[in-house]
């Protein structure tokens, strides 16, 4: 399993991005997909999931009511729409894949990730 994630750049607080993870390869069975973001000295930290079975989606409460996880209906491309931006969100983000997991929020349920793209909160 492949996954390439893009989106992110240089973005005001109060503004938008969103971010978008291709998800290539198989992957058998039900399987969680989410997203997490790494600051610089800090570990990473679980922003968001998604159930593959039946699109239920989870948040951390860093982010809940401003970012929304989503999915097209190939299910190959996961997206995170991240609303109302602040300096605390700067951080590379990166997408990864949990199989077997209906929801996983651990860094170590994963077993595959993307390459991170840096999401740069600033005026």
């Known amino acids: 399993v492949q996954l390439q994630a893009s989106g992110g750049g240089l973005v005001q607080p109060g503004g938008s991005l969103r971010l978008s993870c291709k998800i290539s390869?198989?992957?058998?069975?039900?399987?969680?997909m989410g997203w997490f973001r790494q600051a610089p000295g800090k570990e990473r930290e679980w922003v968001s999931c998604?159930?593959?079975?039946?699109?239920?989606?989870y948040y951390g409460d860093a982010v809940k009511g401003r970012f929304t996880m989503s999915r097209d209906n190939t299910q190959t491309t996961v997206y995170l729409q991240m609303n109302s931006l602040k300096s605390e969100d700067t951080a590379v983000y990166y997408c990864?894949?949990?199989?077997?997991?209906?929801?996983?929020?651990?860094?170590?349920?994963?077993?595959?990730w993307g390459q991170g793209t840096q999401v740069t909160v600033s005026s």
């Open positions: 998604m159930s593959s079975s039946d699109g239920a989606t």
């Open positions: 990864g894949v949990a199989p077997g997991y209906y929801a996983a929020i651990k860094v170590g349920d994963y077993d595959s």
């Open positions: 390869g198989y992957i058998s069975g039900d399987y969680a």
